[in-house]
């Protein structure tokens, strides 16, 4: 995290932004959209190390939203907190609070199963699942309790023809998924996240392990998705979130710099940090 | 320049020389028992138990302790494994894998690991007080069974370690509960390693000698019930050895033979069957 040009933009920058502004005010109204999930005064640490510090923020319904800002910034922190991922990590605390469609999703009585199973997670490399194509689509279902095999096998060409993959791999359903190619596995995630028919697709720098047609392809999706589901990606290349994302939030060491539309974010940016990352000064 | 090269040279020797030991060891070992045993090898010695005369060399043969032995191997291999399960899962799904608690299990069962299969036999011996039991299959099958758990435990707790957690939590994000997780992705994926932890649990488990002299016994029937003792071949080989009689001896061999291909045979399958089930897991 520390490296070298990060050490000199402490100097210029202050560690804490507007550290006298109460959180609250961080949120600017999103502008006639609607929010899908609401941050609210949300702290994280490691042990002594603060990782998010006082994020507040909402991300717009049915929209891309780029997270984006140097490596070791919280971007993937953020991400994994709206599914509750970051639980697994040993020795984290969790303060504040994060509203998914209105409900606290770190509430004392919520099951973390359905909060899970509101959002689809691809990850920086394509994780498909020890089994078959098929299996790796039908997983989801089946643990949400399909069991009929004619709805299921309707079902897994439905969500593969939903990631545009089914005529790659019709004919070889129950070929395990890791002979798929790179791009094609990174295509099964993401039909694998939309057969348990979730809210919002959350994105881990989702083609930052593939190639360039891959990655457009993904990319492609995305747009298409946002018909439907809200997706939220974080990424470090600033030219994809130029390509896609119509909202974007600019995160520095742990704290939210700057949101907005992202044309006007990128093209009228009102921190000097933004500028400066958006110029392509600092990375 | 010339102390280098005499380096590359010595080391280059010596393990060519440790190669040369090891392979030698597994060479004259099994020269040993065929030459020894084959001629004493019959139809007898395989389908029959021991008669009136076997202990003064005549007729009768040792599958009362080879069925002991297979029923004490698959009993124990068992018990152990279903010991083991929960506790690679729990600590390795339920608490984090560096957790002190998971540590603390780990020296615990690598100190279980070390302690001599006489002490095993001696606590097994105090058990079956205890409890009230006699010397019985079932005693040899808690007692075994105890002695290999350290063994299955940490071979599968190794293979479920280099998992990348991120396939972990792909199953969770989909709305999987731990316990899912753990049964269906996890351990399938591991499961080519945890089939090698079984082999080894019952390699060992028949095997064995000094572990099941007080608590499974010997007899020359075939046991019909747990509650009955039961023959085991080392121990069958161990009596056999020390006979002053010839043929008594050279049937001691043929048992050795005998214990060497049910090994031989566990193993060659659970290869084929490792290459059966590792085409799904995830490289």
Same mark, same amino acid.
């Given at each position: 995290?520390?490296?070298?040009?990060?050490?000199?933009?402490?100097?210029?920058?202050?560690?804490?932004?507007?550290?006298?502004?109460?959180?609250?005010?961080?949120?600017?109204?999103?502008?006639?959209?609607?929010?899908?999930?609401?941050?609210?005064?949300?702290?994280?640490?490691?042990?002594?190390?603060?990782?998010?510090?006082?994020?507040?923020?909402?991300?717009?319904?049915?929209?891309?939203?780029?997270?984006?800002?140097?490596?070791?910034?919280?971007?993937?922190?953020?991400?994994?907190?709206?599914?509750?991922?970051?639980?697994?990590?040993?020795?984290?605390?969790?303060?504040?609070?994060?509203?998914?469609?209105?409900?606290?999703?770190?509430?004392?009585?919520?099951?973390?199963?359905?909060?899970?199973?509101?959002?689809?997670?691809?990850?920086?490399?394509?994780?498909?699942?020890?089994?078959?194509?098929?299996?790796?689509?039908?997983?989801?279902?089946?643990?949400?309790?399909?069991?009929?095999?004619?709805?299921?096998?309707?079902?897994?060409?439905?969500?593969?023809?939903?990631?545009?993959?089914?005529?790659?791999?019709?004919?070889?359903?129950?070929?395990?998924?890791?002979?798929?190619?790179?791009?094609?596995?990174?295509?099964?995630?993401?039909?694998?996240?939309?057969?348990?028919?979730?809210?919002?697709?959350?994105?881990?720098?989702?083609?930052?392990?593939?190639?360039?047609?891959?990655?457009?392809?993904?990319?492609?999706?995305?747009?298409?998705?946002?018909?439907?589901?809200?997706?939220?990606?974080?990424?470090?290349?600033?030219?994809?979130?130029?390509?896609?994302?119509?909202?974007?939030?600019?995160?520095?060491?742990?704290?939210?710099?700057?949101?907005?539309?992202?044309?006007?974010?990128?093209?009228?940016?009102?921190?000097?940090?933004?500028?400066?990352?958006?110029?392509?000064?600092?990375? | 320049?010339?102390?280098?090269?005499?380096?590359?040279?010595?080391?280059? +020797?010596? /393990?060519?020389?440790?190669?040369?030991? $090891? !392979?030698?060891?597994? @060479?004259?070992? %099994? &020269?040993? *028992?065929?030459?020894?045993?084959?001629?004493?090898?019959?139809?007898?010695?395989?389908?029959?138990?021991?008669?009136?005369?076997?202990?003064?060399?005549?007729?009768?043969?040792?599958?009362?302790?080879?069925?002991?032995?297979?029923?004490?191997?698959?009993?124990?291999?068992?018990?152990?494994?279903?010991?083991?399960?929960?506790?690679?899962?729990?600590?390795?799904?339920?608490?984090?894998?560096?957790?002190?608690?998971?540590?603390?299990?780990?020296?615990? +069962?690598? /100190?279980?690991?070390?302690?001599?299969? $006489? !002490?095993?036999?001696? @606590?097994?011996? %105090? &058990?079956? *007080?205890?409890?009230?039991?006699?010397?019985?299959?079932?005693?040899?099958?808690?007692?075994?069974?105890?002695?290999?758990?350290?063994?299955?435990?940490?071979?599968?707790?190794?293979?479920?370690?280099?998992?990348?957690?991120?396939?972990?939590?792909?199953?969770?994000?989909?709305?999987?509960?731990?316990?899912?997780?753990?049964?269906?992705?996890?351990?399938?994926?591991?499961?080519?390693?945890?089939?090698?932890?079984?082999?080894?649990?019952?390699?060992?488990?028949?095997?064995?000698?000094?572990?099941?002299?007080?608590?499974?016994?010997?007899?020359?029937?075939?046991?019909?019930?747990?509650?009955?003792?039961?023959?085991?071949?080392?121990?069958?080989?161990?009596?056999?050895?020390?006979?002053?009689?010839?043929?008594?001896?050279?049937?001691?061999?043929?048992?050795?033979?005998?214990?060497?291909?049910?090994?031989?045979?566990?193993?060659?399958?659970?290869?084929?069957?490792?290459?059966?089930?590792?085409?799904?897991?995830?490289?």
């Amino acid at each position: 995290m520390k490296t070298s040009t990060s050490t000199s933009f402490k100097n210029n920058f202050p560690l804490s932004l507007q550290e006298t502004e109460v959180a609250e005010e961080k949120v600017i109204p999103l502008g006639g959209l609607k929010p899908h999930i609401s941050v609210r005064n949300l702290n994280i640490s490691y042990g002594s190390q603060r990782i998010l510090k006082n994020v507040s923020i909402d991300i717009p319904n049915k929209k891309i939203t780029a997270i984006i800002g140097p490596s070791g910034c919280g971007k993937t922190t953020l991400l994994k907190t709206f599914n509750r991922l970051i639980e697994s990590a040993d020795g984290i605390n969790i303060d504040g609070e994060v509203l998914v469609d209105g409900e606290n999703i770190y509430g004392n009585d919520v099951e973390v199963t359905h909060i899970r199973k509101k959002m689809g997670l691809l990850s920086q490399r394509p994780m498909p699942l020890p089994m078959s194509i098929f299996d790796n689509i039908a997983y989801g279902m089946r643990i949400h309790g399909i069991r009929k095999k004619a709805l299921l096998q309707e079902k897994v060409e439905h969500y593969l023809r939903q990631a545009s993959l089914w005529e790659e791999v019709k004919d070889r359903l129950h070929h395990p998924a890791t002979k798929l190619s790179i791009g094609q596995q990174q295509r099964l995630c993401l039909a694998r996240g939309l057969a348990v028919e979730p809210e919002i697709i959350l994105g881990d720098e989702p083609t930052s392990a593939l190639d360039p047609i891959s990655s457009q392809r993904i990319e492609e999706k995305f747009v298409e998705l946002k018909k439907d589901y809200t997706v939220i990606m974080v990424t470090h290349i600033l030219r994809q979130a130029r390509r896609i994302a119509d909202y974007i939030i600019f995160m520095w060491l742990g704290e939210i710099v700057e949101h907005g539309p992202a044309q006007e974010l990128l093209e009228n940016p009102k921190e000097e940090m933004t500028r400066e990352y958006v110029k392509g000064v600092i990375s | 320049m010339f102390w280098r090269k005499f380096e590359e040279r010595l080391f280059n +020797l010596l /393990i060519r020389v440790a190669t040369l030991i $090891i !392979v030698g060891c597994l @060479f004259i070992i %099994v &020269l040993t *028992i065929l030459v020894k045993g084959f001629p004493a090898m019959s139809w007898d010695m395989v389908s029959r138990i021991p008669s009136g005369g076997f202990y003064l060399g005549k007729e009768g043969g040792v599958l009362n302790a080879i069925i002991g032995s297979l029923y004490l191997g698959l009993g124990a291999s068992i018990f152990s494994l279903v010991l083991s399960i929960p506790i690679v899962v729990y600590i390795n799904i339920y608490s984090r894998s560096t957790s002190r608690f998971a540590q603390f299990i780990r020296i615990s +069962l690598d /100190i279980l690991y070390g302690i001599p299969s $006489i !002490v095993y036999g001696a @606590f097994g011996f %105090v &058990l079956m *007080i205890a409890f009230g039991l006699k010397v019985s299959l079932l005693a040899g099958i808690i007692t075994v069974g105890l002695l290999v758990l350290p063994i299955m435990a940490r071979t599968m707790d190794e293979v479920i370690r280099t998992i990348p957690k991120e396939l972990g939590d792909a199953s969770l994000s989909l709305g999987a509960t731990k316990w899912e997780t753990a049964m269906k992705v996890i351990m399938r994926q591991a499961f080519p390693g945890v089939l090698t932890a079984i082999l080894l649990g019952f390699g060992r488990a028949v095997g064995d000698a000094a572990s099941v002299i007080f608590t499974t016994g010997f007899t020359d029937n075939i046991p019909t019930s747990v509650l009955q003792p039961a023959a085991t071949l080392p121990l069958a080989i161990f009596f056999q050895l020390g006979s002053p009689i010839k043929e008594v001896v050279d049937r001691a061999y043929a048992s050795s033979l005998i214990l060497t291909v049910i090994i031989l045979i566990i193993s060659i399958s659970s290869r084929l069957l490792f290459k059966r089930f590792n085409k799904n897991v995830i490289k």
